[in-house]
């Protein structure tokens, strides 16, 4: 049998929210590659583990791809690297393997660093998709992402209020990823516009807080698992 590579998304925590093609696909793999990142004290932190975990597949299969918390990218490129040699070897050996992302596998995703590499080489790879955290956050939020011509801006973090501003003006709805520098001047902007929007971290998971009120956002700390979706322009 020859070997390949998946790209299995998990779905952005709830793990009935996986699809039964990426599950069916975890179950046939023979190794299991997992995002975790390490901390310089040595500690390992995964959200796709904790997602895993929770799945009907034999943690002997887990295995963690370690990329240190650092701004220095150079350490994650090395971790993507040295994976991308690993699974080239796996496939070299007839073994199908899988490398797993939260959320969707094509939308922020770590798999999305090792395509290059696959095509270069000619490592016969495959894509699972998934439900990603802004379309979980529509449906726990009740409120529709887009109608009718309606416009979906997704930003990953964001410098400044008036970047928001210009993008809401083009954009119905407005969805903030990756939040850390918004952290610093986004509560401030929901007082100043009023706008309606709806904040969920943890999304999917027994850790889910959500709100649309910025009475109960106030005075909440903004982990990196959050989202704001915004509802402007109607
Ligand atoms: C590297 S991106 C990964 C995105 C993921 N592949 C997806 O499809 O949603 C990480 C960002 O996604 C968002 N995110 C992912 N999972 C989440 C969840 N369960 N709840 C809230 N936000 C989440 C956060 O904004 C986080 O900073």
Redesign the pocket.
Known sequence: MSGKVFGVALG??DPELITVKALNCLKKSEKIYYPATQSSKGNQDS?SLVILKQLDVEEKKFIPINVPMSKDRSHAVKAYADLFLKVQKDVEEGKQVSVV????IS???TFSYLLEDFRKNSVDFEMIPGV???I?GGSVGKLPLVTQNDKLLVAPDLENKPELKALLAQNQTVVL???SKVREWIKEFIEESKLQFFY??????EKQFTCTDMDSLRDRQIP????LIFYGNK
């Open positions: 952005p925590g959200f992302s939260e959320g969707d939308f922020f995703s990603p955290a802004f979980l990823m990756k939040i969920g971290e943890y999304l999917g998971t990196y698992f959050a989202i």
